[in-house]
């Protein structure tokens, strides 16, 4: 069965944004593609049809596929709770949470589920494109390998390596990874791909034909920055910013430290009629914003730490003392009310916190997670929209009896008394056009975005940018 993997001479290098312009590129030949990342480390997921969950960025490979998302896309996810410690999931269900010394004596036990999510995707598709994680130069975490050279190794998938030329050193980033290398894991090895650069691509003949020279690989091509990259879901948070816009609607989100399912703002971002700010450390929620955001958060106890450390808390209370209103989303929806408890240390060390006191609600968290793809209709415009859940704990209180939406005829959510605190569980509504814009109208602001249109149009000048750029045919032939 054909199959090609991208590794990286590091992270970030645009691993994941080739692999989605491959993937419509042999779609548009007539190829059954599918995406496929055997570990991925991203706070930022996806619910599947088949009620699991997988990182966002195999999420839009699988729609630049044409198909839908599913967890044998991506059997290994992990979601950073801590600086040293994660949870694991395994084929889009939680397994466990574990610490960086305990992943290492875990991960020889996830080969086989990654080999068979890897072999049904095989089965049913022409070609699976594979996404590696880090670099393979990485040799110190060799042992147990599932994320490049030990998955390429035991699946028999022939590997492309891609450097990043923007961050400067590209032809120490190829030879030196090979350099590192067992010879048994440079022998994967079918050639090199140079990604995001600026200028004349022929300025660099010299340094192109050292590279294969010197590796004795061969090159598939010099990729120039893809400028509509901003038009496509962000995959980690450190590509969210500002909008940069100037509408007259200002937006500003809480960027907390673990900062999750944060797709919700893609689409606010791209609103003309929006200037979205993202409030990092060290600075204060701008006075004239309009709309506050507390998104998801994967440790919703550590980041509400955080957020009354930076004064956010303080800041909150002005706001809303001007006539702002707040929104809380899924981890957001949990800091804004009375309390959070986490009795069995769910998220972190058991113990309870007093919330920001916003919503008359309490949090409970609890073991099991709620995963699933919802139609609801918004409380306070009658709008229908889809959506989807993926948290833990149960809200409940008085405020709950104002629900933000209705969710197979449920309440779902919560508004305060004064209508301009509101939460909710509920990730992705934001992509609905008709929503987004009964939502901005309330504000005084007209929708002016098509987004999922736009994200397709992007996704065909991503694969025309490769054909014109990158050996396309030589990389798809490469695949066996």
């Given at each position: 069965m054909p199959a090609l993997m991208l590794q990286g001479t590091g992270s970030n290098v645009g691993k994941s944004l080739l692999v989605a312009g491959l993937c419509r590129a042999a779609r548009r030949r007539g190829l059954s593609v599918a995406p496929f990342k055997p570990q991925n480390m991203s706070n930022n997921a996806a619910?599947?049809?088949?009620?699991?969950?997988?990182?966002?960025?195999?999420?839009?490979?699988?729609?630049?596929?044409?198909?839908?998302?599913?967890?044998?896309?991506?059997?290994?996810l992990l979601k950073p709770e801590t600086d040293t410690g994660a949870q694991v999931i395994v084929q889009g269900r939680r397994l466990t949470t574990c610490r960086a010394g305990e992943y290492a004596r875990l991960k020889p036990q996830l080969m086989a589920p990654v080999l068979e999510s890897f072999r049904r995707l095989a089965a049913t598709h022409d070609l699976v494109i594979v996404e590696g994680a880090g670099s393979p130069a990485e040799v110190n975490l060799r042992a147990g390998d599932v994320a490049n050279m030990g998955f390429a190794r035991a699946a028999g998938v022939p590997v492309v390596l891609v450097a990043d030329i923007d961050r400067g050193g590209v032809i120490a980033q190829v030879v030196g990874?090979?350099?590192?290398?067992?010879?048994?894991?440079?022998?994967?090895?079918?050639g090199f791909l140079v990604n995001r650069f600026r200028g004349d691509?022929?300025?660099?003949?010299?340094?192109?034909?050292?590279?294969?020279r010197r590796t004795g690989w061969r090159g598939f091509g010099v990729v120039p920055w893809f400028g509509q990259a901003h038009r496509l879901p962000a995959e980690d948070a450190l590509d969210l910013r500002d909008s940069g816009g100037?509408?007259?609607?200002?937006?500003?989100?809480?960027?907390f430290p673990r900062i999750a399912n944060f797709d919700d703002l893609d689409p606010l971002g791209q609103e003309p009629a929006v200037r979205l700010t993202l409030v990092r450390p060290g600075r204060a929620i701008p006075g004239d914003a309009a709309l506050v955001i507390l998104p998801g958060s994967k440790s919703t106890r550590g980041d509400l730490a955080a957020l009354r450390a930076e004064g956010w808390d303080v800041d909150l209370v002005a706001h809303l003392r001007r006539g702002g209103h707040v929104l809380g989303l899924c981890g957001g929806y949990q800091m804004l009310g009375r309390s959070i408890a986490d009795p069995e240390g769910v998220e972190g060390p058991p113990g309870a916190d007093a919330g920001l006191g916003l919503l008359a609600v309490d949090t409970v968290m609890?073991?099991?997670?709620?995963?699933?793809?919802?139609?609801?209709?918004?409380?306070?415009?009658?709008?229908?929209?889809?959506?989807?859940e993926i948290h833990i704990g149960r809200t409940a209180g008085p405020d709950c009896a104002r629900p933000f939406a209705h969710v197979a005829g449920a309440p779902e959510g919560a508004v305060s008394a004064s209508g301009r605190v509101s939460g909710s569980y509920l990730h992705g509504m934001?992509?609905?056009?008709?929503f987004r814009a009964a939502f901005l109208a309330g504000f005084g602001a007209a929708s002016a975005l098509a987004y999922d249109a736009g994200v397709e149009e992007a996704l065909e000048a991503l694969a025309d940018h490769l054909e014109a750029h990158a050996d396309v045919a030589g990389l798809l032939a490469a695949a066996r």
């Open positions: 619910v599947t049809a088949d009620g699991g969950e997988i990182g966002r960025a195999q999420a839009l490979q699988a729609l630049a596929a044409g198909i839908r998302p599913t967890t044998d896309m991506n059997p290994v990874t090979q350099s590192v290398l067992d010879p048994a894991d440079a022998a994967m090895v079918s691509p022929r300025l660099f003949d010299d340094g192109y034909a050292f590279i294969a100037r509408g007259p609607l200002h937006v500003a989100v809480l960027a609890t073991a099991d997670k709620r995963l699933a793809e919802v139609e609801a209709v918004h409380a306070a415009t009658g709008c229908a929209f889809r959506g989807y934001f992509r609905d056009d008709a």
